[in-house]
Nanobody
């Protein structure tokens, strides 16, 4: 079983930067490539639909939502079973709870079924 834990959220002013981390832990013996699997970042704001922010395949191929493309960068450190989300030029509309999720049994995210999920970390951007 794989568990995820996010960190790095906080409050910043518009135009600022934050870097989120998501560490995976648990038993990787039965997962895709012993821990090198599809992972992604999602965000949720009250009253709005959840948004898939960015995903990263096992080969580090990444995808981004149009709303963050060019400002956010997803990366991974497989030695530490950790992914990151570098968020630059933050805007008030980026305010949300950010969740990390994974599909431990796929390397490609295109047809991923994301489970498990982390507990979420709050990002607040003030104008």
């Amino acid at each position: 079983q794989v568990q995820l834990a996010e960190s790095g959220g906080g409050s910043v002013q518009s135009g600022g930067s934050l870097k989120l981390s998501c560490a995976a832990s648990g038993d990787f013996s039965s997962t895709f490539s012993a821990g090198r699997f599809c992972m992604g970042w999602f965000r949720q704001t009250p009253g709005k639909e959840g948004e898939r922010v960015a995903t990263i395949d096992s080969d580090s191929t990444s995808t981004y939502s149009e709303s963050v493309k060019g400002r956010f960068t997803i990366s991974r450190d497989d030695a530490k079973h950790t992914i990151f989300l570098q968020m630059n030029d933050l805007k008030p509309e980026d305010t949300a709870i950010y969740y990390c999720a994974a599909d431990p049994f796929r390397g490609r995210c295109v047809k991923a079924s994301f489970d498990p999920w982390g507990q979420g970390t709050q990002v607040t951007v003030s104008s």
